[in-house]
């Protein structure tokens, strides 16, 4: 990894464009089984007429992502430090809420064996002379191999060519439809843009909001791309003066630049799914569930358009599903050795230390997503598992966020009225979404 060190913050738009990067990341984390499958699937249900939920939503939750952006620029230190200083009680050296995000994504373990077992079954489909039960393990050694150096630029460029890949294929599928009987018109698009909400589909409007943009993973890991692209090495440590606040406001507008160009991308991808859903499914009696969503329209491509078609459909779900499975590899790389720091597990402090468990986890998460996929063979049944931890853990990124934003207010940077009403319009609702969510279980 480079050596970093204290620099300006460039001021033309181009050259801020050199410094983007964990934005890409997030977004190979963000399009992943939800849109793939549940986002149309619920076009499928809502039609036109609902599409722009799935806008705000992506939208409206992108002010607690830049909450904790912004700690990790200014503090210069890992999330679970931070979240070590959270009020509440601690047990066995341990903040609450590092506990409950070690145990709470130890659960996910299922959740993330489903979508390595999703990649499988995309990729099976193009090349079925292999099965499926190997491409599983074939998929979790190439992620192992890609994670284990602990290189974020090897990350970075991966996340950037799997983001281009599943982007551009996504989209051609969705031109594609022009030519065939399910086309549809810019006016079909304008009436979900009405903000219209039937009562028959408030239910699905809720379900929307949910699944779509960024989620707790995405928001936590966040922070780890932040510091690693060294937004807060070239902000320095805070001294209190008028230099050190300039810098720092203007590394937090790139920042937020990144995040706004990360939104965009995962919000036209996840449109983009609606639409197919929407434009060929809606209406139907019988509306395929899971992997046979993907069997669904991969068929109606090829009846209509021939195989080259069905194969950049399959190639796009591929990747969409697999970047997500790396990027999770690659943020829990870090998150774990982080809370194993704070816990006193290992010297918090160790760069040797953290990069020997980085390469650990980099082989041993893998193991244990082809093993739970292998024994279970449900993916989506694996991926849903994981709905009701992701809603348990928001609660505390809004808690989270809310502390940060206290402590950090004084230093009236990036700070103003707008910034005020987007965070706290975002946490009214993802801990809306986040109860909803949980109170469905019972």
Not at 310 to 333: C, D, E, M
């Amino acid at each position: 990894m480079k050596h970093l060190v204290q620099k300006e913050p460039p001021q033309s738009f181009f050259s801020k464009l050199r410094f983007l990067g964990p934005g890409f990341i997030l977004s190979a984390s963000i399009v992943g089984s939800g849109e793939l499958i549940a986002t149309t699937i619920l076009g499928a249900k809502g039609g036109f007429i609902t599409f722009w939920v799935i806008l705000v939503s992506c939208f409206v939750k992108v002010a607690i992502q830049l909450e904790f952006g912004k700690n990790a620029i200014i503090t210069g230190k890992t999330l679970m430090f931070s979240f070590s200083k959270l009020p509440g009680p601690t047990f066995k050296k341990g903040n609450w809420a590092i506990w409950a995000t070690f145990m709470l994504t130890l659960l996910k373990i299922l959740q993330l064996g489903g979508m390595l077992g999703g990649s499988a079954i995309a990729i099976g489909m193009i090349f079925p002379q292999i099965p499926i039960l190997i491409w599983a393990p074939i998929l979790g050694i190439f992620l192992s191999f890609l994670i284990y150096k602990n290189y974020y630029s090897i990350i970075e460029k991966t996340a950037i060519l799997m983001v281009a890949g599943f982007t551009l294929l996504t989209l051609a599928s969705v031109l594609a439809i022009s030519f065939t009987p399910f086309a549809f018109t810019f006016s079909d698009v304008l009436t979900g843009l009405r903000f219209e909400l039937p009562p028959d589909l408030v239910f699905i409007a809720i379900g929307a909001f949910g699944i779509t943009g960024v989620a707790s993973d995405e928001i936590i890991a966040y922070t780890y791309w932040c510091l690693e692209k060294g937004y807060a090495t070239y902000t320095g440590v805070n001294d209190g003066s008028k230099e050190w606040q300039l810098r720092a406001n203007g590394w937090i507008k790139i920042m937020q630049l990144d995040a706004v160009v990360a939104m965009v991308i995962y919000t036209l991808v996840t449109a983009a799914f609606y639409l197919l859903g929407a434009s060929i499914l809606h209406g139907q009696k019988e509306i395929p569930e899971g992997n046979e969503l993907i069997n669904s329209l991969a068929l109606i491509y090829t009846q209509s358009l021939g195989s080259e078609a069905r194969l950049a459909y399959l190639a796009g779900a591929f990747f969409v599903l697999y970047s997500s499975v790396f990027a999770t590899l690659a943020y829990w790389s870090r998150l774990f050795p982080d809370i194993f720091g704070q816990l006193g597990w290992i010297n918090a402090e160790s760069i040797t230390d953290r990069k020997k468990w980085v390469a650990i986890l980099a082989w041993l998460f893998p193991c244990l997503w082809v093993i739970a996929y292998l024994f279970i063979e449900m993916p989506t049944f694996m991926i849903l598992s994981g709905g009701a931890v992701g809603s348990i853990l928001l609660l505390i990124v809004v808690f989270a966020a809310i502390n940060f934003r206290s402590h950090n207010k004084f230093l009236k940077i990036a700070y103003g009225p707008v910034s005020e009403i987007m965070f706290w319009l975002s946490v009214a609702s993802i801990a809306s979404i986040s109860i909803y969510g949980i109170l469905k279980l019972f």
